[in-house]
C-alpha cells in the first residue's frame, strides 16, 4: 500500500508539473454585469466530470457550461455579460448527447495532450458539440449575429456509434470573430459510414485552422458567407469537403489524403450552382481519385457561380484535378498546378471567360516561408508555467468597467516585458483614460475576450487623435510583440480615439502577431452606445454627437513592417448584442483599418472590417500585403448622413475627398469604400467580400431585381498603384464592382454569382 500511495503521488504531481499553465493559474476574470459570484473560467472535473473514458460526463459538462442557469441559450438573441472558458484537462470524456455551448463560450482543452470528447453508441444529438441547436425549426441564435466564440485543442470522436448511424462532430453555423482551432475529428473508415466531421448550413464566418478530419463519409459539410481556412487535412475521408453553398472561400494549406473525391461543389446542379467560388493554395492533394468536381459548364447559372483559382496546388496520384459534368476539365496526375481558374477575369479590362491556365502571382520573397504564403498558428505557449505568467487583476487591475485602470495595465504590461513573461488579461472590462504604450516584447493574451475600452477626455479631440494601444513609441522601432484572445473599444463618446496604432519594425522571419483580436466600437454593455443612447433614426441625417465612437480602429504607420494579423474582426456595431431583438443602432467610427508602411510586409488572413463612415480597409503607399478573404459592410445608416459627415477629410493620412470625387458621380456615391488602394504596390488579395446591403436602413438596393444599387462604388484603386492581384473578388449592392482614378472598371450585371458579383482574377497589371 505504502507503494502505491507513493507511486500515486508521484504520478500526481508529475501531472500536476506537466499541465497546461491555464488550468493551473488563479483564475480571478470579473464580469462586472452578470451579478455577484460569477465565474468565468470553468474546469469541467470541478463540476464532477471525470475524464477516464468509462462514465457519462454529459452531465458535468454541460453543468460546467451552463451554470449558473441564466447564460444565454434558449430564448436569448445574445450577450457579451455571461462569458465563460471552459476548460478540458486531458483525458477520455464519454458524453451521451449534444454539448451546448451558450452565447460567448470559448471551450479550451490542454493543448500538450488534447482531450477527447468521445460519444456513447447510444448518443442522441446533432453534433457532439452543437454550437447552434434547433430548438425549434429555426436555429436558436441568428447564424449571422453568433460572435465571440472559439473551440481548440480537442479531439472530437464518433467511432463509438456504429458506422451507419448518422452522426455529426461539430455543427457550428457561425459568424465573425469565432474559430475552431487545433481540433481532430475522428470517424469511422468503414465503407456504410455515414458520419459527418464538421457541418455547417449558413452564418457570416470566419476563419478555422489546424483541423485534421479521419474517415468519416464527409470531413466537413459546409455553408456559409464566406470563410478562410487555414491547414485542413483529410485522411481517408470519402468526401474531404462538400460545399452546400458559400460566397467566397479561400483554403490554404489545405491536404486531402486518400479520399474518395476532394471538393465537391455540385450542390444545385449546372441550372442553379450554389457555390459563389473557391481559392485554394498552397496545398497538397494525394492518392484521391478526383481533386474538385463542378456543376459549372457552358451556359451553367449563375453566369459567375462555381468559379475557382488555383494556386501553388501539388497532386500526386490524382488522375483528374478538376471534373465537370461532362468529364475531365483538368487532368491530374503527379504534378504541382503553378496556375488554374475558372469563371470571369479582368486583366485589367473584361469581363473575359476564363477557363485554364493563368500566370500564378509573382509572390515577393518577404511574404514567403519556402514556396508557400509565411503563416503562424496562434502562439499558445504551451511550455510555459504558472512562473511566466501575470495576471492584470493581481497587478493592481479591476477590469470592472468603472475603475480607471489605466496606471494598473501599463505596469503590468511594463513589467511583464521587461521580464520576458506573458501578460495574462483576466476576463473584464478595462477602463482606460490615456495611451497604453507596449514596448517590445510584450506578450498579452485575454481570457475569454475581455475588453480595454478608451474612455474620457484624452480620447474626446476629433482634431487631435490619440491612440488606446500603442505599439511602439514610434514609428519604426524594433522589436516583435504578439497579442491574442482580446478586444479593443470605447466607453462613451471618443472622436478622438485610435484603438490600435502599431509602429513596430518586426525582424524578417519572426513578425508580430495579432491572433484573435478584435476591435468593438458600441453595442455592449459598458460601451454607453446602446439603444438607449444611439437608436437608429432612418430618415434623418442629424448626428448624435454622443455616438461618436472612434475615429479610427487601427493605424499601421510608415515605418511598421512584419505584422501577421489573422482572424481579427474590427467592427463599428450595428446592433445592440444585448438587446433582445439585437435592434440596430447608429454609431459613427470615422476609418476602419489604414495600412501606410512604405516598407511593407503584412499578412491578413480572414480579416473583417465594418461600418466605418470613410473606408473599411486603405492601403495607401505602401506594399507587399498578402491578405485572404478580405470582408466589409458599409454603414447601414449610410446615406443619411452620407461620407462627408461626421468626420472632416484629414489628407495627412489620404482620406478620401467624397466632395471632389464624387463630382458627376450618380446614386449613392458618397458611401464607405469597402477597400481604397492609393499608390501602393505588390498587393495579393485571396478572396474579398465587400458588401453594400443598406440604404439608410433599408435593405431594397441590394438585390438583383432592385439593380443592386445601395451605393455607386465599393473598392477604388488610385494613382501609381500598380501590380494588384484579386482572387475571388465578390461585391453586393454596389453598381461598379471596381473603379480605377474614378472610372468603373466592372458592372455587377456582368458578373452575377449566387448572390454577389463575382470576378475569379483581376489585375492591373
Not at 514567403?368 to 510555459?384: C, F, I, M, N, V
Not at 452620407?642 to 458621380?665: H, K, Y
Request: proline content about 5%.
Amino acid at each position: 500500500m505504502r507503494f502505491q500511495t507513493l507511486l500515486s503521488g508521484v504520478i500526481t504531481l508529475a501531472l500536476t508539473v506537466n499541465a497546461y499553465w491555464l488550468e493551473d493559474i488563479t483564475h480571478q476574470g470579473v464580469a462586472p454585469f452578470a451579478g455577484d459570484g460569477y465565474t468565468v473560467f470553468r474546469n469541467v472535473k470541478d463540476f464532477g466530470a471525470k475524464g477516464d473514458g468509462v462514465t457519462d460526463d454529459t452531465a458535468a459538462i454541460t453543468q460546467a457550461m451552463n451554470t449558473p442557469n441564466n447564460r444565454c441559450l434558449q430564448g436569448c438573441a445574445s450577450t457579451t455579460t455571461k462569458p465563460a472558458v471552459v476548460y478540458f484537462p486531458s483525458g477520455t470524456y464519454l458524453i451521451s448527447s449534444s454539448i451546448v455551448p451558450p452565447y460567448f463560450t470559448q471551450i479550451i482543452g490542454d493543448p500538450t495532450n488534447r482531450p477527447v470528447l468521445k460519444a456513447t453508441a447510444n448518443f442522441q444529438g446533432f453534433g457532439l458539440i452543437d454550437g447552434n441547436p434547433y430548438y425549434t425549426s429555426n436555429l436558436n441564435w441568428v447564424s449571422t449575429n453568433v460572435f465571440y466564440r472559439q473551440i481548440r485543442n480537442l479531439v472530437i470522436d464518433t467511432t463509438g456509434i456504429a458506422p451507419a448511424t448518422a452522426a455529426t462532430g461539430i455543427h457550428w453555423p457561425t459568424s465573425q470573430a469565432t474559430s475552431l482551432i487545433n481540433v481532430e475529428f475522428n470517424m469511422p473508415t468503414d465503407s456504410s459510414t455515414v458520419h459527418v466531421g464538421l457541418f455547417i448550413e449558413s452564418g457570416s464566418g470566419g476563419f478555422m485552422s489546424d483541423l485534421t478530419f479521419n474517415g468519416g463519409a464527409t470531413g466537413a459539410s459546409m455553408g456559409n458567407q464566406q470563410y478562410t481556412m487555414r491547414n485542413l487535412v483529410f485522411n481517408n475521408c470519402q468526401t474531404a469537403i462538400i460545399q452546400l453553398w458559400n460566397w467566397g472561400w479561400t483554403y490554404i494549406g489545405l491536404q486531402i489524403n486518400n479520399c474518395n473525391k476532394g471538393i465537391d461543389i455540385t450542390a444545385g446542379g449546372s441550372d442553379a450552382i450554389a457555390t459563389g467560388s473557391i481559392t485554394v493554395i498552397d496545398s497538397t492533394f494525394k492518392d484521391t481519385p478526383v481533386g474538385i468536381t463542378t456543376a459549372w459548364e457552358t451556359g451553367s447559372k449563375p453566369a459567375t457561380a462555381g468559379s475557382i483559382i488555383l494556386e501553388n496546388l501539388s497532386l500526386s496520384n490524382v488522375p483528374v484535378a478538376v471534373q465537370g459534368p461532362s468529364g475531365t476539365v483538368l487532368a491530374g496526375g503527379s504534378t504541382t498546378i503553378a496556375g488554374w481558374g475558372q469563371g470571369h477575369q479582368y486583366t485589367p479590362d473584361g469581363p473575359q471567360t476564363l477557363q485554364g491556365t493563368i500566370t500564378p502571382n509573382s509572390r515577393p520573397s518577404s511574404l514567403t516561408s519556402g514556396s508557400a504564403y509565411y503563416s503562424r498558428s496562434k502562439p499558445q505557449y504551451e511550455d510555459l508555467t504558472t512562473g511566466d505568467i501575470v495576471s492584470a487583476r493581481s497587478s493592481g487591475a479591476k477590469g470592472d468597467a468603472s475603475t480607471d485602470d489605466t496606471a494598473a495595465l501599463q505596469s503590468a504590461i511594463n513589467s511583464a516585458a521587461s521580464a520576458g513573461k506573458v501578460l495574462f488579461l483576466d476576463y473584464g472590462v478595462y477602463k482606460v483614460t490615456g495611451t497604453l504604450s507596449i514596448p517590445a516584447g510584450a506578450k498579452i493574451v485575454g481570457e475569454g475576450y475581455p475588453i480595454i475600452v478608451a474612455s474620457g477626455s484624452t480620447f474626446g479631440d476629433m482634431s487631435n487623435p490619440k491612440p488606446l494601444l500603442q505599439v511602439g513609441a514610434k514609428s519604426g522601432d524594433a522589436g516583435q510583440v504578439e497579442f491574442s484572445d482580446f478586444v479593443v473599444g470605447t466607453q462613451g463618446a471618443a472622436p478622438g480615439a485610435t484603438l490600435i496604432e502599431w509602429n513596430l519594425a518586426s525582424p524578417a522571419g519572426t513578425p508580430s502577431g495579432m491572433w484573435d483580436v478584435h476591435a468593438r466600437v458600441g453595442g455592449f454593455q459598458g460601451s454607453d452606445f446602446q439603444v438607449a443612447q444611439c437608436p437608429k433614426q432612418p430618415g434623418s441625417s442629424a448626428v448624435n454627437s454622443n455616438c461618436i465612437g472612434a475615429y479610427m480602429l487601427m493605424h499601421v504607420t510608415s515605418q511598421a513592417t512584419n505584422l501577421y494579423m489573422e482572424n481579427t474582426w474590427l467592427w463599428t456595431a450595428d446592433h445592440d448584442i444585448e438587446d433582445a431583438s439585437n435592434t440596430q443602432i447608429t454609431v459613427y467610427s470615422g476609418r476602419g483599418l489604414l495600412i501606410e508602411s512604405t516598407v511593407g510586409n503584412f499578412w491578413l488572413l480572414g480579416t473583417a472590417v465594418e461600418h466605418n463612415n470613410l473606408y473599411n480597409y486603405q492601403f495607401a503607399n505602401t506594399k507587399n500585403i498578402f491578405a485572404s478573404m478580405l470582408q466589409t459592410e458599409t454603414p447601414y445608416y449610410q446615406p443619411l448622413p452620407d461620407a462627408t459627415t461626421p468626420f472632416p477629410v484629414v489628407t495627412a493620412l489620404n482620406d478620401p475627398d467624397f466632395t471632389t470625387s464624387c463630382s458627376g458621380v450618380s446614386g449613392n456615391c458618397a458611401n464607405a469604400w469597402g477597400l481604397r488602394i492609393v499608390d501602393s504596390t505588390d498587393l495579393f488579395i485571396y478572396g474579398a467580400g465587400h458588401y453594400s446591403f443598406f440604404d439608410n436602413y433599408s435593405t431594397t438596393c441590394s438585390t438583383v431585381d432592385a439593380g443592386e444599387n445601395c451605393q455607386s462604388r465599393i473598392v477604388s484603386i488610385e494613382g501609381s498603384s500598380s501590380n494588384i492581384n484579386v482572387y475571388a473578388l465578390n461585391t453586393i449592392g454596389s453598381l461598379s464592382m471596381i473603379d480605377k482614378d474614378g472610372t468603373s472598371l466592372a458592372k455587377w450585371q456582368d458578373n452575377e454569382n449566387v448572390f454577389p458579383a463575382n470576378i475569379i482574377l483581376f489585375r492591373t497589371g
